[in-house]
């Protein structure tokens, strides 16, 4: 693995928590109307063709959004707006595969979603089905809760200010000007 790229770079290159919060802070601002109107827009859907599936399809969509986002340009709309950048150890935009491991925790946590959200319609068996996994799901979402919280904190404790799910991907979060 070559990571000359990553090894030259300054402590002050790297991204720190509170640079990430602000990024997390804009995305939720510039995605949230969005995030409404096909929120709104699923879930009728759901409701008028007595099918879960369009609400299975609302967050598999924000799961691939997020995924495309980092894998084609380095980031969530919060960190292009602050000019901040995913990258792997070679320097380069995250893999597939380093983007779907950098959002595990996330994407566990939007299947415990899903599972609650679907369970409060009664539109088909698997609704019906769902809704008895529903508590556990609920309860599995608070412990994920406390372990993302934990995930996030290592920012601020790592030499390269990296959260558990940076290391686990082999990622780094730096400033885009740095490379």
């Known amino acids: 693995m070559n990571n000359y790229k990553v090894?030259?770079?300054?402590?002050?290159?790297?991204?720190?928590f509170w640079k990430r919060v602000l990024a997390t802070i804009l995305d939720l601002l510039v995605i949230l109307i969005p995030a409404v109107i096909v929120y709104m827009l699923f879930n009728?859907?759901?409701?008028?063709?007595?099918?879960?599936?369009p609400i299975i399809l609302e967050y598999i969509i924000f799961i691939v959004f997020d995924i495309f986002m980092i894998v084609?340009?380095?980031?969530?709309?919060?960190?292009?707006i602050l000019k901040i950048k995913i990258i792997n150890d070679q320097g380069s935009y995250p893999t597939l595969?380093?983007?779907?491991?950098r959002n595990?925790?996330?994407?566990?946590?939007?299947?415990?979603?899903m599972i609650v959200g679907v369970s409060l319609y009664d539109l088909t068996a698997i609704s019906t089905n769902l809704a008895l996994w529903a508590p556990l799901a609920n309860d599995l979402?608070?412990?994920?809760?406390?372990?993302m919280l934990v995930d996030y904190l290592?920012?601020?404790?790592?030499?390269?200010?990296?959260?558990?799910?940076?290391?686990?991907?082999?990622t780094y979060v730096i400033d885009k000007s740095a490379i």
């Open 7 to 16: 090894e030259r770079l300054e402590q002050e290159d790297f991204i720190g």
């Open 44 to 53: 009728s859907l759901a409701v008028s063709l007595h099918s879960e599936i």
């Open 72 to 80: 084609r340009f380095g980031g969530s709309p919060g960190k292009l």
């Open 97 to 101: 595969k380093e983007a779907l491991v």
């Open 104 to 113: 595990i925790f996330r994407i566990i946590s939007t299947i415990f979603s």
């Open 141 to 147: 979402s608070k412990i994920l809760g406390f372990i």
């Open 154 to 170: 290592f920012v601020a404790f790592t030499p390269r200010k990296r959260a558990l799910h940076d290391m686990m991907a082999g």
